[in-house]
């Protein structure tokens, strides 16, 4: 059973950083799709940064070059430091792992990512 717990979240001044982190377990992250996600109120989810088991990279254009999506083999975690942060990247941020890109894939609670001053 695949489980993954993110943390890292929290209220935080525009243009500071902060480090969300991605815990999984039941699923090797240095071979699987691992992705994250946001979804804002009122909003669908989507995609923020997909890193592959080949240590390929994918940004949403809203976020690329202040977000970096990175994994730790060793200690089974994903994380997603987020630079520069602006009020429109407040949303819920969910960790997705992938067996294949083809799969719906499994699903963190999500952490709550807030951008205000």
């Known amino acids: 059973q695949v489980q993954l717990v993110e943390s890292g979240g929290g209220l935080v001044q525009p243009g500071r950083s902060l480090k969300l982190s991605c815990l999984a377990s039941?699923?090797?992250?240095?071979?699987?799709?691992m992705g994250w996600y946001r979804q804002a109120p009122g909003k669908e989810r989507e995609s923020v940064a997909t890193?592959?088991?080949?240590?390929?990279?994918d940004y949403a254009d809203s976020v690329k070059g202040r977000f970096t999506i990175s994994r730790d083999s060793s200690k089974n975690t994903v994380s997603l430091q987020m630079n520069s942060l602006k009020p429109e990247d407040t949303a819920i941020y969910y960790c997705?792992?992938?067996?294949?890109?083809?799969?719906?894939?499994?699903w963190g609670q999500g952490t709550q990512v807030t951008v205000a001053s």
């Open positions: 039941g699923i090797g992250v240095r071979f699987s799709h």
């Open positions: 997705n792992a992938k067996r294949s890109a083809y799969d719906t894939g499994s």
């Open positions: 890193i592959r088991p080949f240590g390929t990279t």
